[in-house]
């Protein structure tokens, strides 16, 4: 079984500063793929950014980007200069195995940025 | 192109009675899934299909919920009889199978089980 943990339920950060919203992920599967959703208080999911388990090199889209230690099992994202439309609900997930498979989520963590 | 569409985006029902939920993914997409959302329990998988088979549907509650693909442009989630715990969000998301990198979700259709 895969596990998802986000242990920030709630992050206060001033505008333009970078932000590092923190996951941990539990799989016995060699080959899975990391994932960020953000959820605005409009309620959509967006897909921010995609991390492979084999992938060389720390993904990035953008001002995110994926800070993967495979060793630590971790997969953090970072927000650099945020801005107040960061304000929303961020996920992270994960894809076990073959790509047809359903995501595994975290909890969430509630970013709020303030001017 | 036209991203997921769900229908409707929001429901209010009476407890015992039916609801179906719809969705139509991109086109092209092979894969799709059903989530649910909910304060207590957080992103739900449900259940997925891929080229309109179910493959998983071990994160269905139970019995009174069924998901069905008849084609590859069509997905519904039934829940019969509905209950008020049933209440949350539940989305549709879609994807290719090989492509690694991205769920589409659905803008997700908000139940209420009065």
């Known amino acids: 079984a895969q596990k998802i943990t986000q242990t920030q339920p709630g992050m206060f950060v001033q505008e333009k500063e970078a932000v590092t919203l923190d996951c941990t992920y539990d799989?016995?599967?060699?080959?899975?793929?990391l994932f960020w959703y953000k959820q605005p208080s409009s309620g959509e999911m967006i897909f921010l950014i995609y991390?492979?388990?084999?992938?060389?090199q720390n993904a990035t889209e953008g001002r995110y980007s994926l800070n993967f230690q495979k060793a630590r099992k971790s997969a953090n994202l970072v927000i650099s200069a945020s801005q107040l439309g960061d304000s929303a609900m961020y996920f992270c997930?994960?894809?076990?195995?073959?790509?047809?498979?359903?995501?595994?989520f975290g909890k969430g963590t509630h970013l709020i940025i303030q001017p | 192109d036209a991203g997921v569409i769900q229908s409707p985006r929001h429901e209010v029902t009476e407890m015992g009675q039916e609801v179906t939920l719809r969705c139509k993914p991109i086109s092209g997409h092979n894969s799709l899934f059903w989530y649910r959302q909910t304060m207590m329990r957080g992103l739900e998988l449900l259940i997925y299909?891929?080229?309109?088979?179910?493959?998983?549907d071990s994160g269905m509650p139970e019995d009174r919920f069924s998901a069905k693909m008849p084609n590859a442009s069509f997905s519904t989630l039934k829940i019969q009889p509905s209950e008020p715990r049933d209440s949350a969000v539940y989305f549709c998301?879609?994807?290719?199978?090989?492509?690694?990198?991205?769920?589409?979700f659905g803008p997700g259709t908000r139940l209420t089980v009065l």
């Open positions: 997930a994960m894809r076990a195995g073959g790509g047809a498979d359903g995501l595994t």
């Open positions: 299909f891929n080229n309109n088979v179910p493959i998983d």
């Open positions: 799989t016995s599967d060699p080959s899975y793929g």
């Open positions: 991390q492979g388990s084999y992938d060389q």
């Open positions: 998301a879609s994807s290719r199978t090989g492509d690694y990198n991205e769920q589409f």
